[in-house]
């Protein structure tokens, strides 16, 4: 009877949206600070959000000269977050190494909330929000595939849905006890892997195609937007786990985490090469496409606001590499999370600010505008990682219970009260 | 009422034909881009704007909505020996399109340059302000849209709202346009510009002549930059820039017809186009004439 399956599944459906409302909306005082601070970060970001809406975007230090900037490095960060969280499914399904696999879902939630934060950061730069569906067809016109925004228009939702699909399919299917759809989940997972390589080179094809623009305009970009988004992805992602691992009951094997690190090593080791390369040609052969990157590194004239970035990011990379290569070091937990820090920062420098703002200074007849990003643009942006942030707490906080077999349909089992999980 | 249908596949129809009438309405109803707008859209969406408009200004406002005119290629050529640095060509471009006052928005970026170095944009300076032009020891290379025939800027527009006409005009649809300033990233000339916030022209100062393309009013989050002054152009009229100049610096033709100066200037002088290996292949000649 049809009839009566759909009436059952809404049933099921209404009993785990009861069951997760119920968990997301309990939790000990530090939950409790931890979604107030977020939530106060939503608040400010949108109102500063709201003025610029009503303001222009006059509001942010963006001008003619430097037309992108915090919002659309934030974004190009993320991009690479949410396509790392996702490249430990390689060591997890393709060799079935256990200790990686049970964290896999987490890398798909971790993509999913950056992935929100990519598609807000660019709502949030763009001068006409109202007419977004002018992206859209067959209501708009989107310019595939000549433009390789409409690429990346089309890529980022595609592993939006993907991953969405996969997380909740897994997740809902645990809760009512059942193993989920191996034929449907195996080749989506599978394919989730060159789609997350896939979103991460379209979007570095994004800048690499614009011969506008020489700091853009070379072929390792793409790789070294790869290795470093397989440094920063992991970074967050491990400091995750020993979060979860300490106020959980979920276990994490150490195995897994070294394993990890290990690959961090390795990867920061190709993005400080990819570095090195770049840094050669360029200050080898001198040639005037050599000002952005003198911009970045040594400033020119009188503009440096951008140099104390540039090198922390330099010190921040080499210490995470120093400290995830050799073993003794990674096994120790405090380095390692020194590590993890080392490596968020310094990829958030060089592939935020220091991607975009050299990209455009000095602009493309010559003139230097020191752009640095407003209080608004702070706000907004701080809004932004806070509704992600946001996000990805509320699905934690009921992917974990169902994971460890604590948040079950019950309907089977009247005494059995929801288990109550701390953080 | 009494309800007649409990058929659920009756009711199912009636949705889907409910969905079906509303996207249809959304798509063929709902603005669209002025690029595909067939000509009657066209005057109605034209004479929208003439309302529109002149209840803003308080004035009559034109506005036309002229094609390309067939056998015509346009072109422009700047002498760098002449051109004498004194901007008029910037504010008569100002006034002609309705460029925003405040804050200030314009097309053409005069950069001053040391005859030491030659044409090098990383020794130049846009915002050179003596008592007196020309001064010694510089010359002037004033820079606007190039009107490239290999267009960075409309290859990258997501939404297609910028676009090449067929006499080789690069338009912006200023209703399209969604503000993601790709396609200022992609300009390797500078030509384009942002309405970081709401333009602003005394009514008293705007440019009733209009085209639809060209001069009309802009509103706040969208790119726009030179058109040729399409709204003259193509009524056979030359550009503002071309006409304020006082030492005859401007040139401006059709590439297709022998007997221009265009022609002439191309053939017999020397010429050269900015940042050439970029393969953007400008419409846009520098030149010296002397």
């Known amino acids: 009877m049809p009839l009566n399956d759909s009436v059952n599944s809404i049933r099921l459906f209404s009993g785990f949206a009861r069951g997760s409302l119920r968990l997301i909306t309990r939790g000990n005082r530090a939950y409790a600070l931890w979604l107030a601070v977020l939530g106060a970060l939503i608040v400010s970001g949108a109102l500063a959000y709201a003025n610029q809406v009503r303001n222009g975007l006059g509001v942010t230090a ?50 999913i909330s950056a992935i929100t934060m990519c598609l807000l950061f660019v709502t949030v730069d763009i001068g006409r929000p109202d007419r977004f569906w002018h992206l859209i067809p067959p209501f708009g016109h989107l310019n595939f595939p000549r433009s390789i925004l409409a690429w990346d228009v089309m890529v980022l939702n ?86 979860l691992r300490r106020f959980t009951r979920f276990e994490i094997q150490d195995a897994a985490i070294r394993k990890i690190a290990e690959l961090m090593a390795y990867a920061m080791f190709l993005n400080l090469f990819l570095h090195g390369a770049e840094a050669f040609k360029e200050f080898y052969s001198n040639t005037q496409h050599l000002q952005f990157t003198r911009y970045w590194y040594w400033g020119l004239g009188s503009h440096h606001t951008l140099v104390p970035y540039a090198w922390t990011a330099v010190a921040l990379n080499l210490l995470a590499f120093g400290l995830f290569i050799s073993p003794k070091l990674r096994n120790n937990w405090v380095l390692l999370n020194v590590g993890c820090i080392a490596t968020y920062g310094g990829v958030y420098i060089e592939k935020g600010m220091g991607l975009i703002i050299p ?13 640095y990003p407003t209080i608004t643009e702070l706000r907004v942006a701080a809004g932004v990682f806070a509704i992600g942030f946001l996000m990805f707490t509320l699905m ?24 109550e999980v701390p953080v | 009422m009494p309800t007649e249908d409990q058929n659920p596949s009756r009711r199912l129809f009636n949705i889907a034909a409910a969905g079906a009438a509303a996207s249809w309405v959304m798509t063929s109803c ?164 942002f309405n970081w916030s709401e333009p602003t022209i005394p009514a008293a100062e705007l440019n009733p002549n209009m085209h639809y393309l060209g001069n009309r009013p802009r509103v706040k989050g969208v790119v726009e930059k030179c058109t040729f002054c399409i709204q003259r152009t193509r009524a056979g009229r030359y550009p503002a820039c071309v006409e304020a100049c006082p030492v005859g610096a401007r040139k401006f033709g ?7 100066e265009i022609r002439y200037i191309i053939e017999h002088k020397r010429i050269l186009v900015l940042k050439e290996e970029l393969n953007t292949v400008p419409r846009f000649f520098y030149f010296y004439a002397t």
Not at chain 1, 361 to 370: F, K, N
Not at chain 2, 114 to 131: C, L, M, R, T
Not at chain 2, 254 to 260: A, M, P, Q, R, V
């Open chain 1, 62 to 111: 963006m001008r003619d000269q430097v037309s992108w900037g915090f919002y659309i490095g934030n974004f190009t960060f993320l991009v690479g977050v949410a396509a790392a969280a996702v490249i430990l499914v390689i060591p997890a399904y393709i060799y079935s190494w256990k200790p990686i696999r049970e964290i896999v879902i987490y890398g798909e939630l971790l993509a």
């Open chain 1, 158 to 243: 595609l592993y939006f849905l993907l991953n969405f699909f996969v997380a909740t399919h897994i997740l809902y299917r645990a809760f009512h006890g059942r193993p989920y759809n191996k034929k449907i989940v195996a080749p989506l997972v599978l394919l989730s892997v060159p789609m997350a390589v896939g979103i991460h080179t379209v979007t570095a094809f994004l800048y690499n195609g614009l011969a506008a623009r020489p700091y853009w305009n070379s072929s390792i970009l793409a790789p070294q937007f790869l290795a470093s988004a397989f440094c920063s992805g992991p970074a967050i992602l491990l400091i995750v786990m020993q979060v």
């Open chain 1, 359 to 371: 990209g455009l200074t000095p602009d493309a007849l010559g003139e230097i505008y020191e752009y």
């Open chain 1, 396 to 419: 934690l906080k009921v992917a974990v219970p169902i994971s460890l077999g604590e948040f079950q349909d019950t309907r089977e089992k009247p005494g059995e009260v929801l288990c």
């Open chain 2, 30 to 193: 709902g603005p669209k881009r002025l690029y595909d707008a067939p000509k009657e859209k066209l005057r109605s969406a034209v004479q929208e704007m003439e309302r529109k408009y002149a209840a803003q200004a308080g004035r009559s406002v034109s506005v036309s909505e002229a094609g390309a005119m067939p056998g015509v290629q346009f072109a422009y050529a700047l002498d760098i020996s002449r051109c004498i640095g004194c901007r008029r060509c910037v504010y008569a471009c100002v006034a002609e399109n309705n460029q925003s006052r405040d804050p200030q928005i314009q097309w053409i970026r005069v950069n001053s340059m040391e005859k030491d170095k030659g044409v090098d944009f990383s020794h130049a300076d846009p915002y050179y302000n003596p008592a007196e032009v020309p001064e010694e020891g510089h010359f002037y290379v004033p820079v606007g849209c190039q009107h490239c025939e290999n267009s960075p800027c409309t290859k990258v527009c997501p939404t297609g709202a910028t676009w090449t006409e067929p006499d080789g005009i690069v338009v912006v649809d200023y209703d399209w346009c969604i503000g993601c300033r790709y396609c200022m990233a992609a300009c390797p000339y500078g030509a384009r510009h």
């Open chain 2, 254 to 260: 059709n590439l297709l017809d022998k007997d221009s």
